[in-house]
């Protein structure tokens, strides 16, 4: 009886091992894992694929020991039991290992292959990829084998070539690739024919150093920005989701820990070359680079040194620019507008528009003060200038003396280059600081100034020359300020200028909110 029971137990313990080996080989087939339907796509792009002789397990379990195979068979059975209680995610992620790619058998050698040729003869070379640092980070075979591309299972993915090559290396003049173009294209050896002419790339690239894109315009599409929706799509938890701005730290993290794709967060760059003969637009930012930025600056009040901001009016009012240049200018009559093109320049006729007749010669009073105030800050800039070269360097006043000139120099060339009748405003504060900038200068030097001619723009009486005169403002006797009266004309007279009491970028106000002190600077015992 007892050996009855013994053979019993010892069938159903060898029909439980032969079971648990046969549902462990199982498990490893790549038929076990599309028995989970939410599998089937990652199973087709393997089937497809040049890896479809490898079973799934030997890239996903890394050759470590068998500590780590039991951990990754404990995973894969959790995510088993997830799938019959339906509690499974339906994006689910796999990670693979360095190791499982370069494990003896499958590419051992592949360090030490030397460069390879792919697709349309781009070479690359795994060495510097796998062992150096690139932009920083530590590559991973799937940081350029994407883990799922329908057809291209673990095989190279170009966006990803084209992101770490291109992000942040276009600008509107240059394209400076990391690498450059010929680290991954061989110069073509064969004679190529535009128009009736024959050329070869190597008389141009190497005898005479024209670069690529000298040539071949727009082969860059793209900018392979990362926006934060995209985070979503994995992440929801918002101590992580701040992490978005530590660029360091999200590159670690996705890429050299998880093995992360590059394009799963960064949008499309895309590649192709073309020549100028085939090129679809020329694009003018290319050679016309930033243009009107210091009149548009200008225009809203900013980017000057030791002023505050002050937009003009209109550009308060949110007035464009075409309101102001409204008249066609072009050259060689009708001839000249087709072949050059046409524009528009600003007319006074725009300012009586709006504001009527009265505005009529009012644009033209102002270019003449702001010349004449340009031409008295260009004078005491030429003093200085010529004060500073004979200061020596290491002379103790030699940067004091040097941080005024520049500055100086810096409002005045910002006003004067960037068309400073477009905020009249600010132009007239910006000289003004450029006028103190050069007072200072001469007092610290000790030196005399020269002879400066007067200007409206810089002694504080521009109220009335850009305005007040010419629109016949005419001044109160006396006006009500902080409940008392104050007799207006005779302070217009005695004191000089509408800038001793008034602030110009606030019309009409007075520079001080709550008290009386700018009147305390002429009144000793105060009112």
Same mark, same amino acid.
Request: aromatic content about 8%; proline content about 5%.
């Given at each position: *009886? ?12 060898? /029909? /439980? ?15 076990? @894992? ?27 379990? !890394? ?9 990754? $068979?404990?995973? &894969? *059975? ?17 990670? %693979? ?43 991973? @075979? ?27 290396? $276009? ?20 004679? /190529? ?18 670069? #690529?894109?000298? @040539? ?9 920005? +990362? ?23 999200? =590159?670690?993290? =996705? ?6 794709? #590059? ?46 901001? *002050? ?13 102001? =240049?409204?008249?066609? &200018? =072009? ?14 320049? +600003? ?27 340009? $031409? ?64 200072? /200068? ?10 400066? !001619? $007067? ?48 602030? %110009? ?13 700018? @009147?305390?600077? #002429? ?5």
């Amino acid at each position: *009886m007892k050996r009855m029971i013994l053979l019993v137990v010892a069938g159903f313990v060898l /029909f /439980f091992l032969a079971g648990f080996i046969f549902f462990f080989k199982f498990s490893t087939s790549p038929q076990f @894992c599309k028995s989970c339907h939410i599998m089937e796509p990652y199973y087709k792009s393997w089937k497809a694929s040049k890896h479809n002789k490898v079973p799934c397990v030997d890239c996903h379990y !890394p050759p470590v020991g068998h500590r780590t195979l039991l951990w990754k $068979k404990f995973q &894969a *059975m959790s995510q088993v039991v997830k799938y019959v209680t339906r509690t499974y995610s339906s994006r689910p992620f796999a990670e %693979i290992d360095d190791s499982a790619c370069l494990r003896e058998g499958c590419h051992s050698k592949r360090l030490v292959e030397g460069k390879l040729t792919f697709g349309k003869g781009i070479k690359f070379d795994h060495r510097p990829h796998l062992t150096e640092p690139r932009r920083g980070r530590n590559l991973r @075979c799937v940081s350029c084998h994407s883990q799922m591309v329908v057809g291209k299972h673990l095989e190279v993915t170009l966006d990803t070539c084209y992101l770490c090559h291109f992000k942040g290396m $276009k600008g509107s003049r240059k394209i400076e690739p990391i690498g450059g173009c010929t680290s991954c294209h061989e110069l073509p050896e064969k004679e /190529f024919t535009l128009g009736n002419i024959k050329y070869k790339h190597k008389d141009f690239v190497i005898k005479h150093g024209v670069e #690529c894109q000298s @040539c071949h315009l727009d082969v860059i599409q793209g900018e392979g920005d +990362a926006p934060k929706e995209r985070c979503y799509s994995c992440h929801n938890q918002p101590e992580k989701l701040e992490k978005y701005t530590d660029i360091p730290f999200i =590159h670690e993290n =996705h890429i050299t820990k998880r093995g992360v794709a #590059c394009f799963h967060c960064h949008t499309e760059m895309t590649h192709s070359v073309k020549t100028v003969a085939r090129a679809s637009k020329i694009d003018c930012a290319m050679c016309h680079i930033d243009m009107h930025t210091g009149q548009k600056e200008m225009y809203e009040g900013r980017g000057g040194e030791g002023v505050s901001e *002050m937009p003009s009016p209109m550009s308060l009012a949110h007035v464009d620019c075409l309101a102001c =240049h409204v008249v066609e &200018a =072009h050259k060689g009559g009708e001839a000249g507008q087709y072949f050059m093109g046409m524009t528009f320049k +600003a007319s006074e006729a725009g300012c009586i528009k709006c504001h009527g007749e009265k505005y009529k010669g009012l644009v033209a009073e102002w270019k003449k003060e702001l010349d004449a105030s340009l $031409k008295a800050v260009d004078a005491g800039l030429n003093g200085a200038r010529n004060i500073l070269s004979q200061v020596p360097p290491d002379a103790p006043n030699f940067s004091s003396l040097n941080s005024l000139y520049d500055g100086a120099r810096y409002n005045y060339d910002f006003v004067r280059l960037s068309t400073g009748i477009h905020n009249i405003y600010y132009s007239a504060k910006l000289l003004e600081k450029a006028s103190n900038d050069l007072k200072d /200068f001469f007092k610290e030097s000790k030196q005399a100034p020269p002879e400066l !001619p $007067k200007a409206s723009l810089l002694d504080g009486s521009f109220c009335t020359a850009l305005c007040h005169a010419k629109l016949g403002v005419k001044i109160p006797e006396e006006v009500k300020y902080k409940g008392k009266e104050m007799p207006h004309s005779m302070h217009v007279e005695e004191v000089g200028t509408c800038a001793s009491c008034h602030d %110009i970028g606030r019309h009409k106000e007075m520079p001080l909110k709550s008290d009386l002190s700018i @009147c305390n600077t #002429c009144h000793e015992k105060g009112i």
